[in-house]
């Protein structure tokens, strides 16, 4: 059983994607054959400055081996160092229709807010399903903002098998986390980059401290009793932080009264800038030794080139490439 994802390298991860994306992944090795990836060349049709795609690039692989993606136990690599992928793209694009691309959501909200688009954008869902079909995927785990590119992916591969042979491409089963929790921004709404209220999981001391102990609370008393403590924002953020018996025993002082805000927040930001220290600490010895890094990023693009030369010459011997 294979699974796969791919990490689109835009911005600065945040607690969010830690918990809700993260976190289930680097759970995931412990089983096995997992191949996870840096998606730079889906980063083309957003980001057009070299500098700033090499930077985004790196940092998504120092975050995801410092928070303990293990090299050793999966696949990580970076998606153009298999170039394999856009001649896959080529013959299973050859059969994809345009219908299937017109109506796909990315598509249609960008086209809809006025952006111009190009064929990068278009075929975005090809070279997505390539991704995935390259290396005889069987489990695609992604937020559900990716599902309908799963199932194009799906209808790509059944109509690729049915005009080529029926076993020359594996057909990929999404894993869409419905379950996850959505972790709550500063202001408790979804916690997203795009809604500026994130809690990044590098960030500088001084400035995520301001910003946790920024969060705004109502504004009863310390003394007064809170029965709906366990929906307020930081009992939420502190039970993903802090020790089980921790979080319960601060929310119990808090449904009782006498626990300020400042206090719990503070609280907060000590569990949260403790949970993530060994994993600061990891980056930091990381970025000393970019060279290492590079080296990790080659070998696991090695080790992804080996499965999808095989895929490849399947896929081009029974459409008659070769
Ligand atoms: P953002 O909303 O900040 O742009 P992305 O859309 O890039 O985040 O999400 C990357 C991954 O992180 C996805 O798998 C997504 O499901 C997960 N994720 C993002 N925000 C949250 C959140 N607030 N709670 C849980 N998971 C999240
Ligand atoms: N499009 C995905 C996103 O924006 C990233 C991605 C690219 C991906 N290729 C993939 C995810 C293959 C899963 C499988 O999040």
């Not at 070279?127 to 799906?154: F, N, S, W």
């Not at 590098?202 to 009793?225: H, N, Q, W, Y």
């Amino acid at each position: 059983m294979r699974t796969l994802t791919g990490i689109t390298p835009s911005g600065t991860l945040h607690i969010g994607n830690y918990f809700g994306a993260m976190r289930p992944a680097i759970e995931a090795q412990a089983s096995g054959d997992c191949f996870y990836f840096i998606a730079n060349y889906h980063s083309m049709t957003s980001v057009t400055d070299a500098a700033e795609r090499r930077k985004n690039t790196l940092g998504i692989a120092l975050d995801w081996l410092a928070c303990g993606l293990d090299p050793k136990v999966s696949v990580f690599w970076r998606q153009s160092d298999v170039p394999e992928v856009t001649e896959l793209t080529w013959l299973i694009g050859s059969l994809t229709p345009m219908g299937l691309l017109e109506r796909a959501h990315s598509y249609k909200d960008k086209t809809a807010k006025g952006i111009s688009p190009n064929f990068g954008l278009f075929a975005y869902p090809v070279l997505m399903a390539a991704d995935i079909l390259l290396y005889d995927t069987h489990r695609v785990p992604v937020g559900k903002d990716q599902k309908q590119h799963l199932e194009m992916t799906r209808d790509i591969a059944i109509k690729f098998n049915e005009a080529y042979g029926e076993n020359t491409l594996v057909v990929p089963e999404p894993v869409i986390g419905e379950e996850i929790a959505i972790i709550p921004g500063l202001d408790g709404q979804k916690m997203s980059k795009s809604y500026g209220n994130t809690i990044e999981i590098f960030g500088e001391e001084k400035a995520l401290r301001k910003k946790i102990m920024g969060i705004v609370m109502d504004s009863r008393t310390p003394a007064e009793p809170k029965p709906d403590a366990d929906r307020n924002l930081a009992i939420q953020l502190l039970r993903l932080v802090a020790p089980k018996d921790v979080a319960l025993d601060f929310e119990s002082r808090l449904r009782a009264g006498g626990l300020g805000y400042g206090d719990l927040k503070k609280a907060l930001f000590e569990h949260y800038w403790d949970y993530f220290s060994a994993a600061r600490a990891r980056r930091a010895e990381l970025v000393a030794n970019l060279d290492h890094v590079e080296a990790v990023l080659r070998d696991g693009a090695q080790r992804a080139r080996a499965v999808a030369s095989v895929v490849l010459r399947r896929a081009r011997l029974a459409s008659g490439i070769e």
